[in-house]
């Protein structure tokens, strides 16, 4: 079996669906308190990085995907596939998933 080399620029989502690179989970509490791994939270905020060209419509013109690559977005919190290359952890949602696009 041949070996893939998975990098960002080479993975396209198709249809509606969206390729987010996640942001790292907090650190510390508010007051504080250093969390170790296994008490913290999947992080619901990330960056758009690839978009698919849209979803189809009933007359198969394709719907263009309401958010763009670097958009800041906040996502359903166990929504979309995690996937991790290299260092960096992603999560390929389906725009539907996306809650609202953060500034």
Do not use: C, H, W
């Not at 905020?45 to 698919?52: A, F, L, N, W």
């Not at 596939?81 to 949602?93: C, M, Q």
């Amino acid at each position: 079996m041949a070996a893939v080399s998975l990098s960002v620029s080479t993975v396209k989502p198709l249809g509606d669906r969206v390729f987010v690179k996640v942001s790292a989970a907090e650190e510390r509490t508010a007051g504080g308190i250093l969390l170790p791994d296994n008490a913290k939270e999947k992080p619901q905020v990330g960056e758009v990085v690839q978009v698919g060209p849209g979803k189809r419509n009933e007359d198969g013109s394709r719907q263009e995907p309401e958010v763009k690559v670097g958009d800041k977005v906040l996502y359903s919190k166990y929504a979309g596939t995690d996937v991790k290359l290299g260092s960096d952890e992603y999560v390929l949602l389906s725009e539907k998933d996306i809650l609202a696009v953060v500034s």
